[in-house]
């Protein structure tokens, strides 16, 4: 597939009996994500660093979920876990909701949250999985951002940090390929949506911004996200081989290649 096609469907095949590990798997995307992935029969392993809202989602499913309470930008963390469960499904979901402020009212502490949380989990997870490495025909996905291909004016570094992440996986790609491990990398450009904890007040404020209501706002942008549209593409990704490692914007018609 050339840059600019888009697939059109989201066919999974069965995952039953898989391991999928998911990072920042108590809320947002990261939730529906392992939600989805259970319901597909796979085995779940849901990391993230609030331990109670962890338990809720194992309650929700009934005790068969397997819960890690950890911080993931620690590399310990990271290289832990993957020798530990050696998932053949990596979704490396975590990161931090950015303040949402103008250039000019944002710190470096401020400006640089997204870089310390989601890039330092992206980079950790994926060194990880190359070193030990996971299994031929393993898949990781790393959440970015349509962030990372519009720019976010309201968000420091945010949008930085998400094209970083994206351009990690995509040398962890080429680095998989050069050696033969057969590990499929790919990232995932999702569109900002106010059903998430992060994307609910980013909504309000460029809706502020644009001097619109958020329901004015919402209307004009072209694609309106649930978090259980953004599982399923992620399970897509995974499952289809015939998806090239690379990123994907998802788009009105389905993931386009970028």
Known sequence: MAQGDVYIGMNASDLRGTT????????????????????AGADVVAVARTAEQLRQLQAELDGSLTIVAADVADPVVAGSLL????????????????????IHHQTWETFSRNWEVDVKQAFHWIREALLLPLAPGSTVVAMSSGAAQFGSPLSGGYAGAKATIRFITGYAAEESERAGLGIRFVSLLPRLTPETDLGSPAVAAYAERSGLSVEQYLSQQPVLLKTEDVAAHVID????AERPAGAYLIAPAGLKVL
């Open 83 to 102: 020798e530990q469960y050696k998932p053949k499904t990596l979704v490396l979901n975590a990161g931090a909701s950015p303040l949402a402020r103008p």
């Open 20 to 39: 999928v590990l998911v990072t920042g798997a108590s809320r947002g995307f990261g939730r529906a994500t392992a939600v989805a992935f259970h319901a």
């Open 237 to 240: 990704l995974a499952s289809n």
